[in-house]
């Protein structure tokens, strides 16, 4: 430390020490609390007449613009303290910026909690007694999304919902996802008891402590992480069988892109092949010959997606995260008695999923290379290349409890 100083004394007299504070802005949730789509899919459940319905129109878009005046206030509010915080260097206005972030999501909460206490002054008997599926509804909406696993965290209903057009007038599609809500609300509440005790609370701490021991801990939850994704892929099957052709590609497509959001990196090859197609200085038959390769890639791309994600769920379903696997791995050659300098940790990644990368890879390669062929070098230029500053590479082991 010392040396450390002394260094900085002579090379860099102007070096000062430098600490940081998380930006309250990131992360902070302004959508409103209950969406459009969270109305189509309560009507669905309710069945509300015309009179409702317009009534519950009328209430929502009151509640949307009420939300939205107090939303972008706190928001100008937090940005003008990150502002004071910066120009003064004054590290409290930030902490004091967390905090209102912070109490902003409670605050949320009691804004969903008004509007459907409104809304349910709106109903008959028969419907209030259906309420406790609304609050299924809400309970899977809040939960989903502490999912991990690839396909873990997708909700179906909302994702029929934002690709098939009244999809609430098909009724075998309706009993379907009532289904589906159902066997998933039992799921979610399941996974929920097993990380809501004390053991995966500390669960971070095990796997440094006690490796063994948080083993037992993550095998115990991983049973109900893979039933949560089970569900969701055996109804995807199903309910592709009750929509039209397009649709059931369309719901099927959206899937795997979402289930893949946090699991496969973006391909820079894919993002030059969509940014092509819509060049300003295409001729028409520079156009219309794009149009007929994308025709071609994207099923091919889509089979490309499916194989990586079976291979990932293979692979999370069989392989312990590296925070464990690796301490438990030292721990035992420690013991062996063998020369320290002997381990390292080595890729667990499995052959599968290296081999359906490669698969993607190929298949991004073959189509760019015949649009490619379709441009000119002054066309080439203007598209988009990797500009990042640091190139991050995922590790498909480590993610939580």
Not at 165 to 176: H, I, Q, S
Not at 228 to 249: F, Q, Y
Not at 262 to 268: A, G, K, L, R, Y
Not at 331 to 352: L, W
Request: hydrophobic share 40%; net charge negative.
């Amino acid at each position: 430390p010392l040396l450390l100083t002394l260094a900085l004394l002579l090379f860099s007299p102007l070096a000062l020490a430098q600490y940081g504070l998380s930006n309250p802005l990131i992360g902070l949730k302004t959508a409103p609390p209950v969406t459009k789509s969270d109305i189509r899919i309560i009507d669905s459940i309710l069945g509300l007449d015309e009179s409702q319905r317009s009534l519950t129109g009328a209430l929502y878009d009151d509640f949307f613009e009420r939300y939205r005046v107090e939303a972008d206030a706190l928001e100008a509010e937090l940005t003008a303290m990150i502002d004071e915080s910066i120009v003064r260097q004054d590290s409290t206005i930030t902490r004091e910026a967390e905090d209102k972030a912070e109490q902003w999501d409670q605050r949320r909460l009691e804004w969903r909690a008004e509007f459907l206490t409104d809304l349910k002054l709106l109903l008959d008997q028969q419907q209030v007694e259906l309420w406790p599926k609304v609050e299924r509804e809400l309970r899977r909406h809040d939960l989903i999304g502490r999912g991990r696993l690839a396909g873990e965290k997708v909700d179906l209903i909302r994702l029929v919902d934002a690709h098939v057009a009244d999809w609430d007038a098909n009724t075998e599609l309706v009993e379907a996802l009532d289904r589906y809500a159902d066997q998933l609300d039992r799921a979610l509440r399941a996974r929920q008891r097993a990380l809501d005790n004390e053991q995966t609370a500390e669960f971070w701490r095990t796997c440094q402590d006690e490796p063994y021991r948080a083993r037992e801990i993550y095998e115990d939850v991983l049973p109900t992480r893979v039933r949560v994704r089970d569900i969701n892929l055996e109804t995807l099957r199903t309910i592709g069988k009750l929509l039209s052709e397009d649709d059931a590609v369309a719901v099927e497509r959206a899937f795997y892109s979402e289930a893949l959001r946090s699991h496969s990196p973006i391909s820079p090859i894919e993002t030059r092949i969509r940014a092509a197609s819509s060049l300003p200085s295409l001729s028409s038959a520079q156009r219309e010959q794009i149009a007929t390769i994308l025709q071609d890639y994207e099923p091919r791309r889509h089979r490309a997606v499916v194989g990586f994600f079976d291979a990932v769920a293979e692979m999370e379903a069989e392989l312990l995260p590296d925070t464990i696997a690796n301490k438990i791995a030292q721990i035992e050659h420690d013991a062996s008695g063998a020369d320290p300098a002997a381990f390292r940790v080595t890729d667990r990644v499995p052959q599968d999923v290296k081999d359906a990368l490669g698969a993607r890879l190929e298949t991004d390669l073959a189509v760019w290379q015949r649009i490619n062929a379709v441009l000119s070098s002054d066309q080439r230029a203007d598209l988009p290349r990797p500009d990042e500053d640091i190139i991050w590479f995922r590790e498909y082991l480590s993610h939580e409890l």
